[in-house]
């Protein structure tokens, strides 16, 4: 085992443990529709844990801006080996937030976590 497997279960044991329930919306191109030579959005939802926090800095003015962004991290090993992408959206508590950015954080080529800059969508 490589330091990057090891520290990716420990992530995924310590957002386990401290992190939120929230759902993670994936989103498709569904399926393709002949009458209309289009796709249809489709959407695959499943819950995970991550760690969810306010996005402010400290020193700056509270706008609605800052109140409805959030910063998120979440294990990589809770994607079932898919990659998260700037289309799907996230949904914490009855809010639902678009993603602004990933970061991924990786460890001798293992991808550990990755964090969310979201929006309320």
Known sequence: MSLGNDLADVA??????????IAYN?????????????????????????????DRDEGKEVTLAAVSTKKMTAAASSF???????????????????INDIDIITVNDVV??????????
């Open 12 to 21: 995924l044991a310590q957002i386990a443990e401290f992190g939120r329930t």
């Open 26 to 54: 994936r989103i498709n191109n569904g399926s393709y529709d002949t009458n209309t030579s289009s796709f249809t959005q489709g959407t695959t939802s499943f819950t995970m844990k991550a760690i969810v926090e306010e």
């Open 80 to 98: 079932g080996g898919t990659a998260p992408t700037l289309v799907d959206t996230v949904t914490i508590g009855a809010a639902v937030f678009i």
């Open 112 to 121: 550990v976590v990755y964090v969310f800059n979201l929006r309320k969508g």
